[in-house]
């Protein structure tokens, strides 16, 4: 089946310093993909639509300066979390869609900002 | 507002009994899927069903859908231990093209 591999799988980091997350699909190309931010016990919140080879999509409340979005290929989207803080600690995951609207997750990235 | 809005929030039964869970929304639906979390990880899709159909089976799992109340429920049938877990409806809405909205999720505990 289709998959979709995200690194890192944790990651400390100061605050202030810039974090970058990577998400992959193993074995089909994917023209979009999606970033969720998750805190503990919570829904899955939408923050991006990457799409390959333009400008990600927001959701509203999301700051595009802070979380920037590059999809420079069919099987690559990276988030980076720039000057990060205490508060953007979470768990962030990432989707991808092979065909038929259901989508493959990656492993989720536990970010914490100290 | 939540889209997808998930009843109950936590669910404990005994390992052999069946789990039903619910999920409401509120507007048009392309689909209704059905993923799993494990804690700590990402989700694993476990069913989608179609705004037209009704009911939808995949193993030990039994998906119903009535767009009219607009209400799903996902059936667990002789569930496991290994069934414990976090299970979240997600709607794909009319003319959304992939994008799903999840709802907060049900905390299944499955003792064995």
């Known amino acids: 089946g289709a998959v979709v591999s995200q690194h890192p799988s944790w990651v400390i980091c100061k605050s202030g310093t810039s974090v970058k997350i990577e998400c992959r699909s193993l074995d089909f190309q994917a023209t979009t993909m999606f970033w969720y931010r998750q805190f503990p016990k919570q829904s899955l919140m939408l923050m991006a639509t990457s799409n390959e080879g333009s400008k990600a999509t927001y959701e509203q409340g999301v700051e595009k300066d802070k979380f920037l979005i590059n999809h420079a290929s069919l099987t690559l989207s990276t988030l980076t979390v720039t000057s990060a803080h205490p508060e953007d600690s979470s768990f962030y995951i990432c989707?991808?869609?092979?065909?038929?609207?259901?989508?493959?997750f990656g492993n989720g990235t536990r970010l914490t900002v100290t | 507002s939540q889209q997808g809005e998930e009843d109950p929030q936590a669910l404990s039964i005994q390992e052999g009994e069946n789990a039903t869970m619910n999920c409401s929304y509120k507007?048009?639906?392309?689909?209704l899927q059905w993923y799993r979390q494990n804690s700590g990880r990402g989700l694993v899709h476990l069913i989608l069903?179609?705004?037209?159909?009704r009911e939808k089976h995949s193993g030990r799992l039994r998906v119903t859908l009535d767009t009219s109340k607009k209400s799903s429920s996902l059936l667990i049938t002789a569930s496991r231990a290994a069934d414990t877990a976090s299970y979240f409806c997600?709607?794909?809405?009319?003319?959304?093209?992939?994008?799903?909205?999840f709802g907060k999720g049900i905390t299944l505990s499955v003792r064995p």
């Open positions: 507007t048009s639906i392309n689909n």
């Open positions: 997600a709607t794909e809405i009319t003319g959304a093209n992939s994008k799903l909205t």
């Open positions: 069903i179609r705004s037209n159909e």
């Open positions: 989707s991808a869609s092979r065909s038929q609207a259901r989508l493959h």
